[in-house]
Nanobody
Framework: QVQLVESGGGLVQAGDSLRLSCAAS????????VGWFRQAPGKEREFASA????????YYSDSVKGRFTIPKESATNTVYLQMNSLKPEDTAVYYC???????????????WGQGTQVTVSS
């Protein structure tokens, strides 16, 4: 069972950039999808981005498209979430998890990490 650990969160100002990391404890199989979700206080966990590990196909929610990218580093089994032009509404706890398809539903993912807090001040 793969374990995922997120890191890289912090407090930034609107317009800044931040890069989150999601490190896997074991090799990620090429058929798997690694997704990034976020959850703001009082709201449901929402999809942000995902990458199919083998092909490198990427997927984004409308709210982050054009601002976020999801590069990966195969040698270290790490997926990143590069966040640019951050907005106060991006404030949330960010989680990574694995899935078998690039679903936007959190119910289709497992092996959730503990999350990392991102706070964007105006």
């Amino acid at each position: 069972q793969v374990q995922l650990v997120e890191s890289g969160g912090g407090l930034v100002q609107a317009g800044d950039s931040l890069r989150l990391s999601c490190a896997a404890s074991t090799r990620i199989y090429s058929s798997l999808v690694v997704g990034w979700f976020r959850q703001a206080p009082g709201k449901e966990r929402e999809f942000a981005s995902a990458i199919r590990w083998g092909r490198g196909s990427t997927y984004y929610s409308d709210s982050v498209k054009g601002r976020f990218t999801i590069p990966k580093e195969s040698a270290t089994n790490t997926v990143y979430l590069q966040m640019n032009s951050l907005k106060p509404e991006d404030t949330a706890v960010y989680y990574c998890a694995t899935g078998t398809s690039p679903s936007q539903s959190a119910r289709d993912y497992k092996n959730w990490g503990q999350g990392t807090q991102v706070t964007v001040s105006s």
